[in-house]
């Protein structure tokens, strides 16, 4: 313990550098983007970025929580229509969305409260979905958050003033960019792990391993685990806000269930419960899915020609993740998260002692 | 139309839709009760038992034969399923299990759509399942007889089934305590597999009355009736296969009053009031209607 203070409160560069190094590796990433990058490298990194925060915004509900939510990408889907609608020029919107109320059909905010405003709508949905389905344990959860993902759905195509109904949304103002995404990266981790490392997250932590005992010691289990559900919703929201300045054209069909397998698969991957697994899920899944993307289109072996086999990305990527939960079920991380100190710190060195 | 006429009218619709649910769901009440496994992928098992019937029409098969031999290829694509990718996770967490049933979903839907593609085909549907009879006011489609009879049918058959033979009662005891089935000399595996085959077997026949209705299949068509069949088998208390059954009937009569009592421009959000009705059956009776009332406490 003492060691472990000193350590803070000294300069201390090797910690500092265990820190940044995680950081400047993000960082190279839309760096590289901007300097060098082909346009297909610049959208996959983009797309990279907002598949990051949202495989970590789940993680920090399912994985630290042990509640396994099936309907983030209800709040995707809420992020990104609610801030396209807010951003859309008046103009635009008498054309596009006529219908639209009056309240909304004259306002026109720029991005970044766009985003925020979109976060918190779904954060205050989450609040109140929340203290319903959070109540339930296990599969309950589960079955309860794929309703919400439905009902999010039926409502998306049938509230037509606001959305078009299940016709394409589109002329939503093209703010996207990487250094937005990566930014907005930086917070999402940030934000899970001082949640995760706050006497909050360790309640979160202990109602996971065992309920009864953390009721015993005073935790209260409903909520502690309404914060991360409404952060994480938050976040997703803000990821889905990006996703849609970034696609600009979108129906409700891409919130729905291949997105929500996908995601899932990356976290599962990577490990649930470890903020760093779910950074390397996610580049493993992005990366292999976009190899496979390019190779069902059909190919040329030399000899002969593989003919086009769509689907095929998708069939893989799920026998894959069986595989996964056969022989791996923790992911490639498990719980563990990867500590870039221990690059910089001697073996037998007190500081090297990780914090429980 | 008299107020009588109208609600015998309603009743044949809500009954016909709600043996749809009533067959799916049972297939998924058998598995979750022996396996605590919500299997997800069970909605392909019709898509995979329509398409068979269709590839084995266009040969020229005639129609008696291609039911009972899709129902046959439903059944043994279930116990396929189980041996691949069920076998091998067992006993695993619940939510586990679920995720990999989400897996074979996406396998099977992606290859349909590889290997016979993505866009739907019509479905020769015979003429006796064409005919629409007027009884007076009453319309009556001749399919939704069929499918109400046809489920009548089974479920006797069922019931003599489980309550009668070996298989039956292993089948139950399973459900009830698995180990103590083992302990017993239940042969366990041969059990998971006779429940696969005859849920499977129930959802073939699902999948033909669905597809005998709308005409045409696609890889995509499972995809709804399954979440239907998940908010049946809740609503009836998961795992016991009465439950099952009334549940279907239970959503079929919910699924028709909302239609004829929520307002012009609401009746559009049927679905969503159906999956608002189910996150308030999970929280205030878990167990089901059926089920004893017990609260799990977090």
Avoid at chain 1, 106 to 116: D, G, I, K, M
Avoid at chain 1, 149 to 174: C, E
Avoid at chain 1, 223 to 238: C, D, K, M
Wanted: aromatic content about 10%.
């Amino acid at each position: 313990m003492n060691t472990a203070a000193n350590a803070t409160t000294a300069f201390d560069w090797r910690r500092w550098a265990g820190a940044a190094l995680p950081v400047l590796m993000i960082l190279a990433l839309p760096i590289f983007a901007d300097h060098g990058a082909s346009a297909y490298q610049h959208r996959v990194i983009v797309i990279l970025g907002i598949d990051i925060m949202l495989v970590v915004s789940l993680n920090l509900f399912n994985g630290f929580t042990g509640v396994f939510s099936l309907g983030h990408v209800g709040f995707m889907a809420l992020g990104a229509y609610a801030s396209a609608i807010l951003s859309m020029p008046v103009a635009h919107k008498a054309i596009n969305l006529p219908d639209l109320p009056v309240w909304l059909a004259h306002v026109e905010l720029s991005f970044l409260p766009a985003t925020l405003v979109a976060g918190l709508f779904a954060m205050v949905v989450a609040c109140i979905i929340g203290l319903a389905v959070l109540r339930l344990s296990g599969h309950y959860v589960a079955v309860a958050t794929l309703s919400f993902l439905v009902i999010v759905r039926v409502v998306l195509i049938n509230a037509t003033p606001f959305t078009r109904g299940s016709r394409t949304f589109f002329g939503t103002p093209a703010y996207t960019n990487v250094w937005w995404v990566y930014a907005w990266v930086a917070v999402t981790i940030y934000l899970a792990w001082r949640m995760l490392r706050s006497p909050y997250g360790r309640a979160m932590l202990a109602q996971r391993e065992d309920r009864v005992a953390a009721r015993a010691v005073g935790v209260q289990v409903l909520r502690t685990r309404l914060g991360p559900f409404a952060l994480s919703a938050f976040l997703t929201a803000v990821a889905g806000a990006l996703w849609g300045h970034y696609i600009l054209s979108f129906s409700p069909n891409a919130f729905y269930f291949t997105e929500t397998f996908t995601i899932i698969t990356m976290l599962v991957v990577g490990g649930m419960g470890s903020i760093s697994g779910s950074v390397i899920g996610t580049i493993l899944i992005v990366v292999l899915s976009e190899v496979l993307r390019n190779l069902e289109g059909g190919f040329d072996l030399g000899f002969m020609q593989v003919p086009p086999l769509y689907g095929l990305s998708q069939i893989l990527m799920a026998v894959a993740f069986i595989s996964v939960l056969v022989f791996r079920r923790e992911g490639l991380l498990g719980y563990r998260e990867i500590d870039f100190t221990r690059l910089f710190v001697r073996r037998g060195d007190p500081r090297n002692e990780r914090e429980a | 139309m008299s107020l009588t006429e109208y609600g015998l009218q309603q009743a044949i619709n809500a009954l016909s839709i709600g043996s749809l649910y009533a067959l799916m769901a049972i297939g998924l009440a058998m598995v979750f009760g022996i396996l605590r496994l919500i299997n997800f992928a069970h909605g392909d098992l019709m898509m995979v038992a329509s398409y068979a019937a269709l590839f084995m029409l266009l040969a020229g098969l005639p129609f008696w034969m291609v039911v009972i031999l899709a129902v046959i290829v439903g059944a043994l694509a279930g116990m396929l399923m189980e041996r691949v990718a069920y076998r091998p996770i067992r006993g695993a967490p619940d939510v586990a299990m679920l995720l990999t049933s989400f897996a074979v979903t996406i396998i099977l839907e992606n290859g349909a759509v590889m290997l016979i593609g993505a866009r739907s085909r019509p479905f020769p549907v015979p003429d006796f399942l064409r005919q629409v009879y007027h009884l007076g006011n009453l319309t009556v489609a001749s399919v939704n007889v069929v499918a109400i009879i046809s489920t009548a049918i089974l479920l006797v058959a069922l019931t003599l089934f489980v309550t009668r033979t070996d298989t039956g009662i292993s089948m139950r005891a399973a459900a009830d305590d698995m180990t103590a089935a083992q302990l017993m000399g239940i042969r366990i595996n041969r059990v998971i597999a006779a429940a696969f085959a005859i849920g499977s077997g129930l959802a073939a026949v699902a999948g033909l009355l669905w597809t005998a209705k709308v005409g045409k299949v696609d890889p995509y068509m499972g995809f709804f009736p399954v979440l239907k069949a998940f908010v049946a088998a809740v609503i009836g208390g998961f795992g016991t296969i009465p439950g099952a059954v009334v549940g279907g009937f239970v959503l079929g009569i919910l699924e028709i009053s909302l239609q004829a009592l929520l307002p012009g421009d609401w009746s559009s959000y049927r679905d969503a009031f159906v999956f608002g009705i189910l996150i308030v059956v999970l929280l205030v009776r878990p167990n089901g209607i059926m089920g004893a009332r017990v609260r799990e406490e977090i």
